[in-house]
């Protein structure tokens, strides 16, 4: 099994900055690829951005040129930095992980508990 533990929401005015953590911990092989979803009161949950294992990265057009994400391999840890932030952004924020685990390897898709960014206006 694989953890995910997020760490950095919280309130913020808008224009302001947040920076999330996604920790994935347990039985790792190889992450292929982590990153950030996020969900608003009733829409669907929608990609923010994606960190593979390369270092190559992908973006929401909503989120390009704001957002920043990055990784630690050594940490098995993603991070996404926000910034130029407005209420539109206000979501429940997912941390992903595409993950190898064992021997024998097997693959999975994990996710972490959200944590709430609030964007004030």
């Known amino acids: 099994q694989v953890q995910l533990v997020e760490s950095g929401g919280g309130l913020v005015q808008a224009g302001g900055s947040l920076r999330l953590s996604c920790a994935a911990s347990g039985s790792i092989f190889r992450i292929n690829a982590m990153g950030w979803y996020r969900q608003a009161p009733g829409k669907q949950r929608e990609l923010v951005s994606t960190f593979t294992s390369g270092g190559g990265t992908n973006y929401a057009d909503s989120v390009k040129g704001r957002f920043t994400i990055s990784g630690d391999n050594a940490k098995n840890t993603v991070y996404l930095q926000m910034n130029s932030l407005k209420p539109e952004d206000t979501a429940v924020y997912y941390c992903?992980?595409?993950?190898?685990?064992?021997?024998?390897?097997?693959?999975?898709?994990?996710w972490g508990q959200g944590t709430q960014v609030t964007v004030s206006a």
């Open positions: 992903n992980a595409d993950v190898v685990s064992g021997p024998p390897l097997y693959r999975n898709d994990y």
